[in-house]
């Protein structure tokens, strides 16, 4: 079962998300802080991770650059999410190494479409690799 | 007098002036976002369970409560949008008032859904219904004070007697 990991500190949004990836077959991990998301990630090694990017104290910027740091955790794509649309967002996202940028309010089959995208091509790296 | 191609200094001292005037701008249209979403997600996902359960009135009252919520989605993007301020074709006032009444509206219906789902479905809805109406309640709080706030002329700085550094 593919393990998605959602770093969000807002309790309603991690339900949201949650429930429509479940119902879609994916197994979710949640965590509200950037350093238990790190954790989790570590421990779990989750297919993907969903950050939000205005997490309080250590924002999901850094902790993406983090993440992309870590040798273990850098293959891991990323999908920013944010609310902020303010114009340098995306661009940011992706600098801080992000591998997708979406916003919030979500239209799931968007959100969908690009997590299912990404696991396809970090599965086609992961086989080239081998 | 230079003009403002031979001004980069200039220009970029505009830029961040007018950035930082957006700023307060930008975050309101965030934090009134942020309920929104959350409206429009529980209710999305209530109508898809309504019509899955074949509750069929219960399915058509949460669409008016999405609806309503898409409807705000829009009034905020283009009311607190910075071209539309800068060029002084956004009424905040007229945006606050509008919003804070399909705030109330949201609230009622979904007050009256959960009732009546109660009789109909047992407890099947009432989660979902009861995030719905917090969001809703937080999203009326925010109209009623961020969105007053952005009207108001920036008060000039206070000089202070020179302090410790």
Redesign the interface.
Known sequence: MVKVLYIEDTENNRILVTRRLEKQGYRVLTAELAEEGLALAAAELPDLILMDMGLPGTDGWTATRLLKADLKLRHIPVIALTAHVMQGDREKSLAAGCDEYDTKPFQFPRLLAKIEALLVSSKSRAASKA | MNSADDDPEGQKEDTAASRAALDPI?KA??DL??P???I???S??AMEKAQEKGFNHLKSRLEVIYRTANLM?EQINQGLDAANIEAGLSDLPALQQQLCKLCHKIIEIAQALTRKSRKLAGDMFSSDLA?IIG?AQRLLELTETCLPSLGSPAAPPESHPSADT
Request: no cysteine.
């Open positions: 930008a249209r965030h976002r942020n929104l979403a959350h429009l997600g529980f999305e996902m989605l995030r969001a």
